[in-house]
Nanobody, 121 residues
């Protein structure tokens, strides 16, 4: 089983920045894709950004040019740098990790508990 611990959320004014972190631990042989999702009240969960094991990234159109995803494979950690934050970015942000617990084993997907990001003046 994999545990994901997120940190870095909080309250920020419009135009401000935050950096989210998500550290994975537990029975991990290798990690494939890592990503960040968000869910606002009354809305569906949506993909914000993803990064593959070889560093390829993808972003939701709404955050392109403002958010940047990165990963530290030595630390099994994924980051989300969020700049020029807007009120509509307010949501619970959850990390998502796809991993194996043995060589050539199946991939499992795990979710973090979520961290609140509130953008308000």
């Amino acid at each position: 089983q994999v545990q994901l611990v997120e940190s870095g959320g909080g309250l920020v004014q419009p135009g401000g920045s935050l950096r989210l972190s998500c550290a994975a631990s537990g029975n991990i042989f290798s990690i494939n894709a890592m990503g960040w999702y968000r869910q606002a009240p009354g809305k569906q969960r949506e993909l914000v950004a993803g990064i593959t094991s070889d560093g390829s990234t993808n972003y939701a159109d709404s955050v392109k040019g403002r958010f940047s995803i990165s990963r530290d494979n030595a630390k099994d950690t994924v980051y989300l740098q969020m700049n020029s934050l807007k009120p509509e970015d307010t949501a619970v942000y959850l990390c998502n990790v796809e991993s194996q617990n043995r060589d050539n084993g199946p991939y499992y997907t795990d979710w973090g508990q979520g961290t609140q990001v509130t953008v308000s003046s």
